[in-house]
């Protein structure tokens, strides 16, 4: 049973250009959660979907970022434009409204 | 006040030895809470959910107490296996907070 998949794995991009984060989650989860990973801020949530239907982005940071959930099998979190700051690990996860799984995260780097 | 919080460590310990981690939260509405492990430069894992009576999966044993407002994760006989980060979670209107984890190095 295939787990959350995430791509990219890794990306390395300059400051100024768009970014794009995919996620599909496990078949049948209902939730889907985009978690932003530092060092200095820990895992810090960033938006959340039930039903493909965005519920909370008060952790979004700023207009930079987007969110969407075009199906139940999709979704991507955009940075345009990406900043050094950006630079984290970035957690995609779903849920059966019982238990939370985490995709193997994106680590980004912008320069 | 962080709504979740727990001591970064980090917990150098001996294998064999007896360590035990809280995590303590501020919102008193928290409706569920779990224990996460995570590996170095890998995702967070679900270790366990922690009920109100508390709960044991083999050398793990996971403890609530409302009153207080934490919970902790005791681990027995320890393994060099056992070190990873820590994650203690609690579930918000629908939302995991996550404290920043609690740092286990087991050593021989």
């Known amino acids: 049973d295939a787990g959350v998949i995430q791509s990219p794995r890794h990306e390395v991009t300059e400051m100024g250009q768009e970014v794009t984060l995919r996620c599909k989650p496990i078949?049948?989860?209902?939730?889907l959660f985009w978690y932003r990973q530092t060092m200095m801020r820990g895992l810090e949530l960033l938006i959340y979907?039930?039903?493909?239907?965005?519920?909370?982005d008060s952790g979004m940071p700023e207009d930079r970022f987007s969110a969407k959930m075009p199906n139940a099998s999709f979704s991507t979190l955009k940075i345009q434009p990406s900043e050094p700051r950006d630079s984290a690990v970035y957690f995609c996860?779903?849920?059966?409204?019982?238990?939370?799984?985490f995709g193997p995260g994106t680590r980004l780097t912008v320069t | 006040r962080k709504e979740v919080e727990q001591d970064p460590g980090p917990f150098n310990v001996p294998e064999g030895a007896t360590v035990a981690f809280n995590c303590t939260y501020s919102?008193?509405?928290?409706?569920?809470f779990f224990w996460y492990r995570q590996d170095c430069r890998k995702e967070p894992k679900l270790l366990m959910s922690?009920?109100?009576s508390g709960n044991e999966d083999g050398r793990f044993t996971a403890q609530l107490n409302r009153a207080s407002q934490y919970i902790s994760l005791l681990i027995r006989d320890s393994k060099l296996s056992d070190s990873a980060t820590y994650l203690c979670?609690?579930?918000?209107?629908?939302?995991?907070?996550f404290g920043t984890g609690t740092r286990l190095q087991v050593f021989p």
């Open positions: 919102n008193s509405a928290s409706q569920s």
């Open positions: 979670a609690v579930n918000i209107a629908d939302k995991l907070i």
């Open positions: 922690v009920y109100s």
């Open positions: 979907f039930n039903n493909n239907v965005p519920i909370d």
């Open positions: 078949s049948g989860h209902n939730s």
């Open positions: 996860a779903s849920s059966d409204q019982r238990w939370q799984y």
